[in-house]
């Protein structure tokens, strides 16, 4: 089992729509997790911290269930410029060493 | 640009042969990372540096492989007698404490 698994997708949606991607991690002393975001052919790139109280940036909310090692993003009111790959990320700490571990990511493609 | 540099964007190199990428973080940031993706896939984990230690490696890691950061700065990741299976992008982040981390544009390889 991968230690961050994701739905890779597709997931094609009309501009405006809302839409949800999940994301769960197995190694429960996973410490911090992120979403980020990534263009064709492009470095992956920071989008959000996920905090367990849950937080929002704008059209963007990220959730942590820590007792399910489940994290959320929702998208509202999606953009053509929305239609990206979106990695969940996991950040263990083991000892003095840290290791951020990406699931294989979820595809978003936003329709005119 | 403060950015995370990587040099150089793009290396063709024939079978065999001994390839060296060159990453330069965020100034301030004392967490480096090295990473590998191929087409369709997340990022997988190679290594991690706090300052100048190399703190963790991955199994993927193999002892073609292998990673410096000498003065806790820059790092260098070399890999000798390469293999058709090393064509990837290679990409380095950096990031301060338990911040998400920032990538570089990637260097992306290609062996003949």
């Known amino acids: 089992r991968k230690e961050v698994e994701q739905d890779p997708g597709p997931f094609n949606v009309p501009e405006g729509a809302t839409v949800a991607f999940n994301c769960t991690y197995s190694n429960s002393a996973s410490q911090s997790f992120f979403w980020y975001r990534q263009d064709c052919r492009k470095e992956p790139k920071l989008l959000m911290s996920v905090y367990s109280s849950g937080n929002e940036d704008g059209r963007f909310t990220a959730q942590l269930n820590r007792a399910s090692q489940y994290i959320s993003l929702l998208i509202r009111d999606s953009k053509l410029s929305d239609s990206a790959t979106y990695l969940c990320v996991v950040n263990r700490r083991q000892g003095s060493a840290r290791q951020l571990t990406f699931g294989s990511g979820t595809q978003l493609t936003v329709l005119p | 640009d403060t950015g995370v540099s990587q040099d150089p964007r793009h290396k063709i190199t024939k079978r065999g042969q001994n390839v060296t990428f060159r990453c330069d973080p965020i100034s301030e940031h004392n967490r480096l990372y090295w990473y590998r993706q191929t087409l369709g896939q997340g990022p997988e984990f190679l290594t991690y540096?706090?300052?100048?230690?190399?703190?963790?490696k991955s199994r993927l890691l193999s002892d073609r492989f292998s990673a410096e950061r000498p003065k806790g700065s820059f790092s260098t990741l070399e890999i000798q007698r390469t293999e058709q299976g090393d064509s990837a992008m290679y990409l380095c982040?950096?990031?301060?404490?338990?911040?998400?981390?920032?990538f570089g544009q990637g260097t992306r390889l290609t062996v003949v």
């Open positions: 540096f706090q300052n100048e230690a190399q703190l963790e």
């Open positions: 982040a950096s990031s301060l404490e338990a911040e998400g981390a920032f």
